[in-house]
């Protein structure tokens, strides 16, 4: 088996939901050891469509690599079996509410205790502090707090949210990557700390310049499609098969290969087009030039001319363009695992690409409680009769 970046990395895994799982995927798909404790049916997310069969899409695409520990952690012997599992980890990763940590007996000081130099990341809607902190929160909250939602969306149209659960991923994102922080930084002073992961904090980062520009200059940016907020010509444009490709030109140099392309090297010549501050202050005059030009073309004719002198271009994917890209399918990003019944189950690959120590897909997603007795008896010592006992008394499940 290959060395992986994070071997000898254990994780008590307390997540649900997404941004939690996202972050202890991405982590378990670099070696790290990730013991996913659930108490009663699981995580939620077993049980949303879409569905395969028996088995959650939505599950499986962000729980591989995993272990799962059944633990009823309300009773006092469940409780004491989580504390025994966290004290021989490297990383406690949550995405309660703030607080509930506190009330599941796991408070900063307990921790500190049991384990001082643990690593804790927590992922929220708003942060362990602030006023906002005790509200509950879900990516679209968060898109509508940071600012996402009023910048999405054509000019006077209704705010729009970002196709996908975007600050749920980001913050599950810049939570490994805390969490990696964190873990160099151990080896340097020994210590543990808190990393405190916010997806509006997240969303405000990647707002682009939206908040700077209002506090430098009092302007308040907005919805403005899909045009590129500094460079013109760059926006969608509807071929003749009525797909929709988006060229982006808007550089002078891109500009000057994209009128030549066209044959409309005349507009090189004209003030109010030669340069990209004069194309920004009348987009729309530009725009029209380009679409007259796309009209002759289908959407992947345009992608076909234009990327062949070097400019950017695509033609606006649907879902079956992705599957069928075939950059997407070199770089290993649509994989399959396979359950012991045959079921195939899709998932996206790896995105981190690591030349010498590559992450790998190793294990399917875990029945709730499959490996209960594997890591009470591999990691804690518990003898078969004591797993049989706790089993009886309902304080843990194992998965038949």
């Not at 995580?43 to 949303?48: C, G, H, N, Q, V």
């Not at 069969?53 to 059944?70: A, D, H, P």
Request: proline share 5%.
């Amino acid at each position: 088996m290959n060395k992986k970046p994070l071997d000898g990395v254990r994780i008590c895994d307390l997540t649900r939901f997404l941004s939690g799982p996202y972050c202890t995927q991405l982590l378990a798909d670099m070696g790290a050891e990730v013991i996913k404790i659930e108490k009663g049916r699981g995580d939620d997310t077993r049980y949303f469509g879409p569905w395969l069969g028996e088995r959650s899409i939505y599950f499986n695409m962000l729980n591989r690599n995993k272990k799962s520990v059944e633990i009823d952690y309300r009773k006092p012997e469940g409780k004491e079996l989580l504390y025994d599992i966290v004290k021989k980890c490297d990383v406690l990763v949550e995405n309660f509410r703030p607080g509930t940590l506190e009330k599941m007996g796991l408070g900063k000081e307990t921790l500190e205790k049991i384990n001082p130099s643990i690593i804790v990341t927590h992922v929220s809607g708003f942060g362990q502090t602030g006023p906002y902190k005790d509200r509950a929160a879900f990516d679209c909250i968060a898109q509508a707090m940071c600012g996402i939602m009023s910048l999405t969306g054509e000019v006077g149209e209704p705010p729009s949210m970002i196709g996908s659960v975007y600050l749920d991923y980001m913050g599950g994102t810049f939570a490994a990557l805390a969490t990696v922080i964190a873990l160099y930084e151990r080896q340097k002073s020994g210590m543990g700390q808190e990393a405190d992961i916010a997806m509006v904090d997240a969303g405000v980062s990647y707002s682009l310049f939206t908040t700077q520009a209002y506090r430098a200059l009092g302007e308040v940016v907005g919805q403005l499609g899909n045009r590129d907020r500094a460079l013109s010509p760059a926006n969608t444009f509807r071929g003749k098969d009525g797909k929709y490709v988006y060229i982006h030109a808007g550089s002078d140099k891109l500009f000057e290969i994209f009128c030549k392309k066209i044959g409309r090297e005349d507009l090189l010549a004209e003030d109010k087009f030669k340069y990209s501050p004069q194309r920004m202050a009348n987009p729309e005059e530009m725009e029209r030039v380009c679409q007259e030009w796309v009209n002759d073309y289908t959407a992947a004719e345009v992608e076909e001319i234009l990327t062949g002198v070097g400019l950017p271009c695509s033609i606006v994917a649907d879902v079956v363009d992705v599957v069928n890209n075939p950059q997407v399918q070199h770089r290993d990003m649509l994989k399959t695992m396979e359950y012991p019944d045959g079921t195939k189950m899709p998932i996206t690959g790896i995105p981190i690409k690591l030349s010498r120590t590559p992450g790998e897909i190793c294990s399917l997603p875990p029945k709730v409680g499959e490996n209960t007795a594997e890591v009470l008896s591999g990691l804690l010592g518990k003898s078969a009769e004591e797993i049989a006992g706790l089993k009886g008394a309902e304080v843990i499940g194992v998965a038949e």
